[in-house]
């Protein structure tokens, strides 16, 4: 088994790894000859701190996080492969995105975090409870420990059913970007987020199903 420790050098490095790549990738774009003014002018333009493009990359970047911790709990927790092949899918997907988030927020010389509430892009609003959930769909301190701790079936299905939660609010908050921000960056990257977090609903009722669980 990983200890948390182990587990949190790996987030460190996965993210400075995927945060560097995104940078490199970022500025290769930005660095094309543009085909037309309007373009160039959009590309060097960055959005306003209160857009929902720069709300969304913020919240995001947290949310993801977290998914990456669990799929990397989970991993450690269980050998049912398809399970771990979920998780590996996840840590991969997620990290790489969460990089382009960051990565765009470096470009456009924005913080990584604001001292406001959460999802105020949205006109949600919505105060953390102090209990490590952040966001909505986001697990408790007390459920990421109740997964550190749990092994074989209950790991699988602890996770499942807290990455299916995860996944809904996930879904949500990109529907919500998809349809408001004003990048095509963000526009396109939220878009697939919505289509890509809920294929891995179905597939988790799936699993949920055949280990004789659901969702709640």
Same mark, same amino acid.
């Given at each position: 088994m990983t200890s948390a420790p182990r587990t949190s050098r790996l987030l460190l490095l996965a993210g400075g790894a995927v945060l560097l790549l995104a940078l490199v990738l970022i500025a290769l774009t930005l660095a094309r000859p543009s085909t037309s003014a309007p373009a160039a002018s959009a590309a060097a333009s960055a959005p306003a701190e209160s857009s929902?493009?720069?709300?969304?990359?913020?919240? $995001?970047?947290?949310?993801?996080?977290?998914?990456?911790? $669990?799929?990397?709990?989970v991993r450690d927790r269980t050998s049912d492969e398809a399970v771990r092949r979920l998780a590996f899918d996840i840590i991969n997907t997620q990290a790489n995105q969460r990089g382009m988030l960051l990565g765009w927020l470096e470009m456009w010389g924005r913080a990584k975090s604001s001292p406001g509430a959460p999802m105020a892009w949205m006109g949600h609003t919505f105060t953390p409870g102090g209990d490590g959930a952040l966001m909505p769909g986001m697990a408790t301190d007390a459920q990421l420990d109740a997964l550190r701790k749990a092994e074989g079936r209950k790991a699988e299905v602890l996770f499942l059913r807290l990455m299916t939660a995860h996944h809904k609010a996930g879904a949500d908050m990109a529907a919500a970007a998809a349809s408001s921000a004003g990048t095509e960056e963000i526009r396109n990257l939220a878009d697939g987020m919505v289509r890509g977090q809920q294929s891995e609903i179905a597939l988790m009722a799936d699993m949920l199903k055949e280990r004789g669980a659901s969702a709640s």
């Open positions: 929902a493009d720069v709300g969304f990359a913020r919240d $995001m970047a947290v949310h993801h996080q977290q998914a990456v911790e $669990m799929s990397f709990i």
